[in-house]
């Protein structure tokens, strides 16, 4: 889904939206951030889950992807979407 509250809201949660194209992230030092550092900022306020409900979206941005599936642990991925614990990073 695109980075609006969608799907935090439908799933009842608390969290943000996220853009894994960089288009809605905010910017720093009049800088945009990436997808990844982006994720980092939302980590270091406290989240705790990251997952993806549109997966062609996600995947659609290879340096991003391939940046959390070596990073983070999958707890679910499939056709579908795709959930990260973002607790532990991989090592």
Do not use: C, H
């Amino acid at each position: 889904m695109d980075s609006g509250p969608t799907l935090v809201y439908y799933s009842k949660r608390n969290g943000w939206g996220f853009d894994s194209r960089g288009q809605g992230n905010p910017s720093v030092a009049n800088k945009r951030l990436d997808a990844s550092a982006y994720l980092e900022y939302l980590r270091s306020k406290g989240a705790i889950i990251f997952a993806s409900s549109y997966k062609k979206q996600f995947l659609s941005n290879q340096v991003f992807s391939g940046y959390m599936y070596l990073k983070y642990k999958t707890l679910v991925d499939n056709d579908d979407y795709v959930i990260f614990d973002l607790r532990n990073k991989n090592i």
